[in-house]
């Protein structure tokens, strides 16, 4: 009797889980929010980053190549655990750091002038990936 009570809660928790899927896909892409970096009186590129339901804020953030940044990032409060990932090893970028609600420092300097992605590589079961869903954006490195 206590399996077949077990089964049927799991069974609950699968549908709401589905059902939580469904809605959230008709969703539109989120709008481009874009943060143009300045360096601080101590030399750094300081950068806010929140994330959240399958976003990113802001989602374009540009800086200078060379210049150190320091990304402070952090996701709304949840039970779904997020992470924020840049790798161009390249460009002396290698970013993938697990988030939560406080906020956490991560420091790098880029090298080489380019478009590099940072996303949520975060996936539950078989539904689509957070990055899929819109937790992604673009660094844009400049002169």
């Known amino acids: 009797m206590k399996t077949m009570k077990n089964f049927a809660i799991f069974f609950l928790f ?17 709008e481009e929010v874009v943060y143009q970096a300045t360096i601080a009186a101590d030399g750094v590129q300081h950068v806010r980053i929140e994330g959240g339901s399958d976003f990113f ?7 200078k190549v060379n210049v150190p940044v ?10 779904i655990p997020h992470t ?3 790798q ?7 970013v993938d750091e697990k988030l939560s609600s406080d906020a ?29 869903k819109g937790m992604k954006g673009v660094l844009e490195v400049v002169q």
């Open 70 to 79: 320091e990304f402070t990032a952090s996701v709304e409060r949840s039970l």
């Open 88 to 94: 161009s090893p390249e460009a002396g970028i290698s």
């Open 104 to 132: 956490k420092n991560i420091r790098f300097t880029p090298t080489a002038v380019g478009k590099y992605p940072f996303y949520c590589k975060n996936k539950l079961l078989f539904f689509k990936s957070h990055r899929e």
């Open 14 to 30: 699968c549908l709401g889980i589905t059902g939580y899927a469904v809605c959230r896909a008709d969703t539109s892409p989120p």
């Open 57 to 63: 804020k802001p989602n374009r953030v540009i800086v």
């Open 84 to 86: 924020l990932v840049i």
